[in-house]
């Protein structure tokens, strides 16, 4: 029972979006899927950090989700930017459940238990936020996450925090949800949300603050499930 992770896989199956067009990005789906039958097991999990399907309704996401049922795991999905189909965790929940797509769960303003690993986490917010709209949210974030962690220290386990915002970004901080990760002494903090060369060198990998921090937009891991008990931040760019 391993758990793996990865962010940003941008599906498109029912909208006409591709990513194709981006640098590197030529058969992401194919490449995508041959990766994670190849890496994971039934019986594993799969963090999935948001940004996962460009639908913009939840009624839209059914070939995305079909897609991703139908992978090998278990799966938490998590929101990010560009989800905009996200609905409640109820709603979502039944959608899941209506269409049989059981192999996937949510994971928002809760937490799993995934062998040793107690799974929590949030979207986060931006970490160059300044004004009163953004604020409201990085506070409302910080909320959830610490509701997400509560909920993973009953569980037990060592506790991953799993992100799509990247708490550290070039020289910025979002300073309300890196002082949790460094206040509940967080090992390991997993996000996705950064793509392209340069936007990923300057993204923080490796000790921070006495946190690991782990990028792994689908891009920068090269199409695969990065495994969380190994520690691996992904494939550099220059690998793929």
């Not at 913009?56 to 897609?67: G, H, R, S």
């Not at 799974?119 to 949210?137: A, F, H, M």
């Not at 949790?180 to 090992?187: A, E, G, T």
Request: charged share 25%; hydrophobic share 40%; aromatic share 10%.
């Amino acid at each position: 029972m391993a758990l793996f992770v990865i962010a940003d896989l941008h599906l498109s199956l029912g909208e006409d979006k591709p990513m194709d067009v981006f640098p590197g990005w030529r058969d992401y789906v194919q490449r995508l899927e041959e990766n994670w039958r190849k890496t994971v097991s039934p019986e594993d999990t799969v963090v999935i950090a948001g940004d996962i399907s460009w639908a913009m309704k939840l009624e839209d996401c059914k070939k995305d989700f079909a897609f991703i049922n139908a992978l090998p795991g278990e799966k938490l999905l998590m929101k990010g930017n560009h989800d905009y189909w996200w609905s409640t965790r109820n709603k979502i929940d039944n959608f899941l459940t209506a269409n049989g797509f059981s192999t996937m769960k949510v994971l928002h303003n809760c937490a799993y238990r995934v062998g040793t690993r107690a799974v929590c986490g949030t979207r986060g917010w931006l970490y160059n936020s300044e004004t009163p709209e953004d604020q409201k949210i990085v506070n409302r974030e910080a909320g959830r996450l610490l509701a997400s962690l509560n909920q993973a220290e009953a569980l037990g386990g060592v506790p991953a925090v799993f992100l799509h915002y990247p708490p550290v970004y070039d020289t910025m901080e979002c300073k309300e949800i890196l002082q949790i990760l460094v206040d509940r002494q967080i090992p390991d903090c997993y996000f996705g949300h950064i793509h392209g060369q340069t936007a990923a060198k300057k993204a923080l990998k490796g000790e921070y603050r006495g946190v690991r921090m782990h990028l792994v937009s689908c891009d920068f891991a090269g199409f695969c499930p990065v495994r969380v008990e190994d520690g691996v931040p992904g494939i550099s760019l220059e690998e793929i």
